[in-house]
């Protein structure tokens, strides 16, 4: 009987993984590579019903092992694509007060964040700051609170 284990926990993590990867490609991949992953994930369902339903052992085991597949399989295919995932740099443009401009600007060079700004908008100044990194744009935001500025962030891919 450890076997059949052994078989249907293989065939699980590997429906998990391919199922997941299926949901990935349908929202970000092409027509192609979504109808693709589509054929395996579903190909390899199939066997998976037809193995839950004869596998000789109790329901309880097939629901701990398919959960237990999915919470491992899933939180592989989210972590490798997190790693593929290309950098991403947030352009936020920060309008402040003219007042909090030198507070503005030692901020951010205290923070090793690049920026640059247009002085004299009226009684504004304006900032076009450049994050990298999740924990420079939360900065960010903050100092937006702080000095009740107006923000407006767009994201580009970095080649």
Known sequence: MTIEILIFVACTVANVILMTVKSIMTVKGGKIQASVWNAISYGLYTYIVILTAT?????????????????VGVFIVKLIEEKMRKTRLWKIELTV??????KMSQALENANIPYNYIQGIGKHTIFNIYCETPQQTDFVKDLAKLYNGKTFASETKLV
């Open 97 to 102: 007060r003219a007042i909090h401009e030198g």
């Open 55 to 71: 596998a000789p052992f109790g329901t309880e085991w097939k629901i701990i092992i398919t959960a237990m597949c999915n919470l």
